[in-house]
């Protein structure tokens, strides 16, 4: 079934996060969430999410930088193109150097319109196998190890797979060590959002390798493929990458370096659902399992991460959990909720397969723009 693509729309929301979110790049207290809703000159529309942050910290784009990449090129290319599938989007802009989580905003929206034109599950239209997606929880930054460790006991009892914690220089192997002498039989991961230097903190590192982590998230530098590898040669503990995977080509890169022994694949780092699953099913012949990362992403977002999550290369619990854990009042319906098991199980209905609320997203809503394809 041929797309006919006829508009974008642009919202951006304004979303005050239940609790404050700190990394080792600072603190989010609320999130500025593009909205992107393609339509297809049939009438039917598709909802996609750019997880890029406010700040360029954790990458170099911001919310503003991707809503003026999306109106001024995505959406003209995308208009001269004239593309009929999902799959032909990434061609259409290769042009574009980088800013993927712009790409990855509309890209996915096309995914979401194309499989509701099919009317299948969006999980289902591009490829998943599993029914069920494994949920972990990311933990921010804490004040003391004894608050932390209440957050990680609560989530614990939750039911949630596996426990991450954000690390940074000063705030990391005393908190760690606190919440493993108390939890010694949980998985349990650290991330260090890039926080690091490899000569400088290898005691550090050796001493995070005592405490029985699942993986060491992103410790180095993102552009620090060769400082991951020499690490990784030190650890029994697998590396994961996040930040330093931006493609394909990063994946193979990292791979064959050695530079990591996991990956975490987020459709907005890597621009969208056709290269997020190339990079599954390539880390799947090196036997590297992947998991998918999370952004602070409102239910469509998150609906998009359920979808990628059960493609078979996504071996480990990923960063998506239950909608509550952020928001008051989601936007979509029903509210993403994660069972005792830790498991969210992959709806039924076509493409993202919850409802969005579109009275709720123009309550939201500080910025609006619509842009023809035609
Ligand atoms: O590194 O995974 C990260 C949030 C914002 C930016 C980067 C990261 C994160 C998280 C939160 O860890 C994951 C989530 O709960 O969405
Ligand atoms: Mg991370």
Known sequence: MKLQLEKIELRELEMPLKTRFETSFGVTTKRRVIIVRVFDRDGASGYGECTAMEHPFYNHETVDTSWAIISKFIAPMLATACVSSAGEVGDALSAIQDNRMAIGAVETAIWDLEAKKANVPLWQYLGGTKKEVNCGVSIGLQKSPEILLDKVAHEVESGYQRIKLKIK??????????????????????????????????????????????????????????????????????????????????????????????????????????????????????????????????????????????LPGFTLPGDVSASARYWEEDIIEPPVVVSSLGTIIAPTNPGIGYEVKENLIEKLSVKRESISLT
């Open 169 to 310: 220089p000063g705030q990391d192997i005393e908190f760690v060590s606190f919440v493993r002498s108390h939890f010694p039989g949980i998985t349990l991961s650290v991330d260090a959002n890039s926080a690091y230097e490899l000569e400088r903190d290898i005691e550090l590192f050796k001493k995070l390798d005592e405490c029985n982590l699942l993986m060491i998230e992103q410790p180095l530098a993102a552009g620090d493929l060769v400082d991951h590898a020499k690490l990784q040669k030190h650890l029994k503990t697998p590396v994961c990458l996040d930040e330093s995977i931006t493609s394909l080509m990063d994946a193979r890169h990292a791979l064959e370096l050695e530079a990591c022994r996991i990956m975490n694949i987020k459709l907005g780092r890597v621009g969208g659902h056709s290269e997020a699953r190339a990079i599954q099913a390539f880390a799947a012949k090196y036997n590297i399992p992947v998991w998918c990362g999370g952004m602070l992403e409102s239910g469509i977002g998150r609906a998009h991460n359920i979808a990628m999550s059960t």
